[in-house]
């Protein structure tokens, strides 16, 4: 038996060794296996079953939550007077996206069209959408700072227009016929005999081009030959650049449609994406990390200059004509007409903007939109989009509608999308892309912290075992030696008596 546990130790030795070693291969083998998966499922194509559906049919919940601006003091604000609003809402639609008429191409790339729509949700709403709101009429003060550089004879007789048809500076009606149209004669008349002048031919209405509508014709690459490209635009309409602003920098399609990203992100990584409402690319910027449901995450925000005006920050020169910060004028792209997008109470906009109007108070937490991103995949596990459309208005000569209306410019509706990865989506996100590598990556440190300690304790063992062995040899030779010994005094004696007994047969 102590011939054995020698050998036995020996066994234990190798395979803690082969512990080790096979942890240490776990070490650098998983994370690259790892990798290799994520690559392998990100890439947009209809084998990938759980990424292509959520591209595809974005299968998480999405929202749209409305608000408007309703006018307190309308009279008071046509003799010159500062605008009082108290914001309404919010008003929720349910959003549906769906990709259709998809396309792939021997390029990498792959063509869609997203179609959307919207579906009131009372229960989430803090009213319903007969609820009626006054707001600036976009037909009768958009169109007046439109007119204001034509002949003084022409702007008399669109005032006579606006008068014939009974369309005032300002419109009281229910929230659902402000948000998707409504019968106006004065929309038929322009649309008749000034055809583009507008951007809708039937019902008018802040969303009527929304609802049942695609977003255009994207081109985006499927990451096939490069994962770093993966859901990055090719082409929107046919377009690698837009027509919309004055620089190339400004009209660059960059990023991504908006709803993935590439991934193996960093902390230094933006989140560029096109925006075809907003009519341009846009970037955000990393905030800080966190977590949602278990899983990491990035937020991501939109950095302070991103509706800065060309004084404040250069790059931004191509958006103007610009007033002050805050403010993106996208009358290039919306007819001509006087609109502009900011951030919602015009957070992070120039000051001045909220001296000119009555009832703003902008916060980082319910203004400042974020994209909470999983940095390892690029999907986007929380989303809040919020923007604000204002209306320009200002006094114009010879349009009597307009009063004596100070330049201002009036916040009409805001509007949160918002959505976020929920229910089996986000357990089976969770299983494959944290708690299985997780487990992966305790195991490989258990190995090499099991295979350590047994070679250890096999070491030991053997050591001890090696002792034992030699303790008993020594003490097995040393019982011979003293058998020998004790042996050979007998024999000592024996020849001495035999010697005596000689000696007296002598004598």
């Not at 690259?32 to 998480?60: A, E, R, S």
């Not at 500062?82 to 990498?108: A, L």
């Not at 958009?142 to 669109?158: D, F, H, I, W």
Request: glycine content about 8%; some cysteine; proline content about 7%.
């Amino acid at each position: 038996m102590a011939i054995k546990r020698p050998k036995v130790a020996i066994g234990f030795i190798v395979a803690g060794v082969l512990m080790v070693l096979f942890g240490t291969i776990m070490c650098f083998v998983v994370p690259l296996v790892i990798d290799d998966q994520i690559v392998k499922h990100t890439v947009i194509d209809p084998k990938n079953d759980l990424t292509y559906t959520m591209w595809k049919d974005i299968p998480v919940p999405f929202f749209m939550s409305v608000y408007f601006f309703n006018v307190l003091n309308p009279a008071e604000i046509l003799k010159g007077e500062k605008p009082m609003v108290e914001q309404r809402g919010p008003y929720v639609y349910r959003k549906q996206c769906q990709k259709e008429n998809i396309t792939f191409h021997p390029n990498g790339t792959v063509s869609y069209r997203e179609y959307r729509q919207y579906h009131f949700e009372p229960s989430m709403s803090a009213g319903n959408e007969s609820d009626v709101v006054t707001i600036p009429n976009m037909l009768v003060l958009g169109a007046s700072v439109m007119m204001e550089n034509l002949p003084y004879v022409l702007r008399l007789m669109m005032s006579a227009t606006f008068k014939t048809f009974k369309e005032g500076p300002f419109l009281t009606k229910p929230v659902g016929e402000l948000m998707w149209g409504y019968d106006s004669g004065l929309v038929d008349f322009l649309n008749q005999y000034l055809p583009g002048m507008i951007p809708t031919s039937g019902k008018f209405g802040l969303f009527s081009e929304f609802n049942n509508s695609n977003t255009g014709l994207f081109t985006v690459f499927t990451g096939k030959d490069d994962i770093r490209k993966v859901h990055r635009v090719d082409s929107w309409n046919g377009l690698t650049e837009l027509p919309y602003w004055r620089t190339a920098q400004s009209n660059m399609i960059n990023g991504t449609a908006g709803q993935m990203w590439p991934p193996f992100m960093t902390k230094q990584s933006t989140l560029p994406f096109y925006s075809p409402d907003a009519c341009r690319s846009m970037e955000l910027v990393y905030q800080r990390p966190g977590e949602m449901n278990g899983i990491p995450l990035y937020r991501y925000v939109a950095p302070k200059t991103l509706f800065a005006n060309g004084t404040d920050y250069a790059p931004n020169e191509g958006f103007c004509p610009c007033r002050q910060s805050g403010l993106l004028n996208v009358s290039s792209c919306r007819h001509n007409s006087p609109v502009f997008i900011s951030h919602p109470h015009f957070f992070n906009a120039d000051p001045v903007l909220l001296d000119y109007v009555q009832g703003l108070n902008p916060s980082e937490e319910k203004h400042g939109l974020f994209i909470d991103i999983h940095p390892q995949t690029g999907v986007p596990l929380n989303v809040s989009i919020r923007l604000q459309l204002n209306l320009y208005m200002k006094k114009v000569s010879g349009i009597t509608e307009t009063g004596k209306i100070s330049d201002v410019v009036m916040p009409m509706i805001w509007f949160e999308e918002n959505g976020y990865i929920d229910g089996p989506i986000v357990n089976t996100f969770r299983t494959n892309l944290v708690v299985l590598p997780t487990v992966l990556e305790y195991l490989q440190y258990i190995l090499i912290g099991l295979g350590l300690a047994t070679i250890i304790i096999a070491a030991v063992v053997y050591r001890k075992v090696k002792r034992s062995n030699l303790n008993v040899s020594l003490s097995s030779t040393f019982i011979k030696n003293v058998g020998a010994a004790e042996k050979e005094p007998v024999k000592g004696s024996h020849g001495l008596e035999t010697k005596k007994k000689s000696i007296s047969t002598s004598e």
